[in-house]
């Protein structure tokens, strides 16, 4: 983040200008109409890019927004392979959204399986879509063999980068065209904005998200795009914490007799563990439990957490606890969830920078009540 050139203000000035003054019709200073040019937006955006090692970066009012944006690239009838455990958001946006204004097609595999992903391409396959870690099962995806697929068969492949951010790893470096975060997690990390942004290296599809962004118009305000530089400003501090947490938790949930199995990539047991260390700087903030209970001893768990949080959302300051199943993937079908690994007393830790003794002792209170 550069100073601002006109007062010397270290913070980027939050602009709300909808539009702007021209010397003469189409003779102006680079900026006409905020859908379109806004300073804040683009200074955003420039931090985003520079982070992700990208070329070009656009933010949106959400994640949600900027996923939808991506897929605007694709024609109708187009054909998607994406990892088979997926955001509940994003299988929403495509099977009951995308699906049926754009007659898209979807195949979801093991895109740790270079085979299955072969053989999962039709002629209208255009897109190969994941997310590493996925959400919430936390998978781990070998970015360099589905970057190397991409390529060889003309895909666009897309990296869901929110679980890692750029601090923990750069799709666009392993070969990757674009790369989507749901800012509003930990780019922003305050719990306190809606957003999210894209980026790519890559000129065609930059100048036809450009033009989606424009067009669309669900564009990041001048408030939220500050809001996130604020963010980002603390990110890789944050994210150190965060990962150190999480780390010290999982070690220790693995020895708890509540705990049937914890999910964690900086775990030698994480089926991806090796993988992890060799693409990711650490391991991220992000933990799945499968609780030694059913549904009903899992919803008590959760009631009880004191300084976990109960709520959806993740990447935030606070320690967030939720259950997948009822909650962020919710809008998945059972037996789709059940395939996914998602299963009725698998719970989503969000580990916060608080302190970690009081994490466990908080955990382990709750942890009681199965």
């Known amino acids: 983040q550069e100073t601002d050139t006109s007062t010397g203000a270290i913070m980027p000035p939050i602009v709300t200008s909808t539009t702007y003054c021209q010397e003469s019709p189409g003779v102006h200073k680079g900026f006409e109409y905020s859908r379109a040019q806004n300073p804040t937006r683009f200074t955003y955006e420039r931090s985003v890019m520079t982070l992700e090692n990208g070329t070009a970066a656009f933010a949106f009012a959400s994640g949600m927004a900027a996923i939808n944006a991506i897929f605007e690239l694709l024609p109708p009838h187009s054909h998607i392979i994406t990892s088979h455990d997926l955001y509940g958001g994003t299988y929403r946006l495509l099977h009951k959204i995308k699906k049926r204004s754009q007659n898209l097609s979807v195949s979801m595999v093991d895109c740790n ?116 530089l604020r963010g980002l400003k603390t990110l890789a501090i944050r994210m150190q914490r ?60 959760l009631e009880n957490t004191k300084l976990f949080q109960l709520a959806e959302s993740l990447g935030a300051v606070e320690s967030l606890i939720q259950l997948p199943a009822l909650m962020t993937h919710a809008s998945i079908p059972e037996a789709e969830r059940q395939k996914a690994g998602i299963s009725d007393n698998l719970v989503r830790l969000s580990v916060g920078i608080e302190h970690i003794d009081d994490l466990k002792a908080d955990l382990d209170q709750a942890l009681q009540y199965c």
């Open 242 to 301: 965060h990962c150190e947490n999480a780390l010290a938790l999982a070690q220790w949930l693995k020895q708890h007799s509540k705990v049937k199995r914890v999910i964690y990539p900086g775990l030698a047991t994480h089926p991806q563990h090796a993988l992890a260390q060799q693409q990711m700087r650490r391991f991220g903030g992000m933990i799945s439990i499968e609780l030694d209970t059913d549904l009903e001893g899992s919803k008590k768990v």
């Open 113 to 228: 399986d270079a085979k299955a992903i072969e053989a999962a391409i039709t002629d209208d396959t255009k897109m190969i879509w994941i997310e590493s870690p996925s959400n919430p099962t936390l998978s781990v995806i070998d970015l360099k063999l589905v970057s190397k697929i991409a390529q060889r068969h003309h895909l666009i492949a897309v990296c869901d980068n929110t679980f890692a951010t750029p601090y923990l790893q750069k799709p666009l470096d392993f070969g990757f065209d674009i790369v989507v975060h749901s800012a509003t997690k930990y780019l922003n990390g305050h719990s306190d904005v809606i957003n999210g942004i894209v980026v790519t290296n890559n000129t065609e599809y930059a100048d036809q998200l450009s033009l989606i962004q424009f067009g669309e118009g669900a564009i990041s305000s001048p408030f939220d795009s500050y809001m996130v």
